[in-house]
């Protein structure tokens, strides 16, 4: 992990405000995502401290990274997908990125999760294939950016 970036899971009202922070600036303002479609079921109160796994990255006190993940039915069985992976601009190119992944993996993981699946952004398909993760189907449409669904299954 990288040694100045701080992880842990959203407990708070004050940590949800920073993780809506971030989303909006990344994938609402910078991305041009509708933000109808960045907000969801995972986002609601009654989720977001439960059945859904939120995860902030902060240098310092400033929050700059932002993730989660949620069990979802996958080829018949229930995954861990990992999603939402948004770094502020002005923390990128530092490995924060790569620390949020790691983070996520051993979380879902450690919750006994042994498939994990994610929709990446397509240009990120290599970064996540460090990961090992592989490419499952071709290119689709999410939010207006192209991405690629990949797995990952933890060997026994």
Same mark, same amino acid.
């Given at each position: 992990?990288?040694?100045?970036?701080?992880? +842990?899971?959203?407990?708070?009202?004050?940590?949800?405000?920073?993780? &809506?922070?971030? +989303? +909006?600036?990344?994938?609402?303002?910078?991305?041009?995502?509708?933000?109808?479609?960045?907000?969801?079921?995972?986002?609601?109160?009654?989720?977001?401290?439960?059945?859904? +796994?939120?995860?902030?990255?902060?240098?310092? $006190?400033?929050?700059?990274?932002?993730?989660?993940?949620?069990?979802?039915?996958?080829?018949?069985?229930?995954?861990?997908?990992?999603?939402?992976?948004?770094?502020? &601009?002005?923390?990128?190119?530092?490995?924060?990125?790569? $620390?949020?992944?790691?983070? %996520?993996?051993?979380?879902?993981?450690?919750?006994?999760?042994?498939?994990?699946?994610?929709?990446?952004?397509?240009?990120?398909?290599? %970064?996540?294939?460090?990961?090992?993760?592989? &490419?499952?189907?071709?290119?689709?449409?999410?939010?207006?950016?192209?991405?690629? &669904?990949?797995?990952?299954? %933890?060997?026994?």
């Amino acid at each position: 992990m990288t040694p100045d970036l701080i992880i +842990r899971c959203v407990a708070t009202d004050a940590d949800w405000t920073e993780v &809506k922070r971030i +989303r +909006r600036r990344v994938f609402i303002e910078e991305q041009a995502c509708p933000e109808d479609e960045e907000w969801d079921e995972h986002d609601l109160p009654e989720a977001r401290f439960s059945m859904c +796994r939120h995860f902030l990255g902060f240098i310092g $006190a400033d929050a700059v990274t932002t993730a989660r993940w949620h069990p979802q039915k996958f080829d018949g069985v229930t995954a861990a997908k990992l999603e939402r992976f948004a770094v502020l &601009k002005e923390a990128r190119r530092r490995g924060y990125g790569k $620390a949020m992944i790691e983070h %996520l993996i051993d979380d879902a993981h450690a919750h006994g999760f042994e498939n994990i699946v994610l929709h990446a952004q397509a240009y990120l398909e290599d %970064l996540y294939t460090e990961f090992g993760f592989v &490419k499952v189907g071709e290119v689709f449409d999410e939010a207006g950016i192209p991405h690629v &669904k990949m797995v990952s299954t %933890l060997e026994p």
